[in-house]
């Protein structure tokens, strides 16, 4: 299983725009306090929409209690500080795997980056101009390599609606 984790997030539409990412592939999502909003905010129950019940979330206090609850797990830390990209770890050995989001306004904290630098992963991109990918768009790509490369479990791959676009008339 595939797990997000939010470090102190600030913006109210991008954790409801990762809920519903979450609601849609079956992933628990952990919030790390302090939130810069509250989570009954309208702005973030209309970015993630109807979908909130269908989301598993799991507070923790600080990180310290995040790290206790994720014990031996592995643990990936998403920056852009990185040395390694997302795309080279395997994530189909069969084992939880949390994927751990910084702040919007100043990503995780250099300490603990620094105490575990073999655990930072970057998404390649032009840092010549911008700074840093939008939190929510950043979660989705990361959490949707994870799951190609364990074939989308539990998935479905292909639907037919009552009325699909694709149908012959």
């Known amino acids: 299983m595939n797990h997000i984790v939010l470090f102190e ?13 979450c609601a849609a592939t079956n992933a628990p999502l952990h919030l790390i ?6 989570t009954d905010d309208k702005h ?11 989301v598993d979330i799991t507070y923790h206090q600080d990180l310290a ?7 031996n797990r592995p643990l990936h830390l998403i920056t852009k500080f990185a040395n390694q990209t997302y795309s080279e770890v395997d994530y189909a050995d069969g084992k939880d795997h949390f994927f751990l989001f910084g ?7 250099e300490a603990f980056m620094r105490e575990n630098p073999d655990k930072c992963l970057r998404i390649p991109m032009n840092d010549e101009h911008v700074r840093s990918l939008n939190l929510s768009n950043t979660v989705a790509l990361v959490l949707y390599e994870a799951l190609r490369q364990q074939n989308f479990p539990d998935l479905e791959k292909a639907h037919h609606y009552t009325n699909d676009k694709l149908d012959n008339y």
């Open 103 to 109: 702040k919007e306004t100043t990503g995780l904290p």
């Open 9 to 21: 997030p600030l913006i109210p539409a991008n954790t409801g725009n990762i809920s519903r990412t």
């Open 33 to 38: 306090e302090p939130l810069g909003f509250s």
């Open 44 to 54: 973030l129950k209309r970015a993630g929409l109807d979908y909130w019940d269908a």
């Open 65 to 71: 209690a995040f790290l206790t609850y994720l014990g």
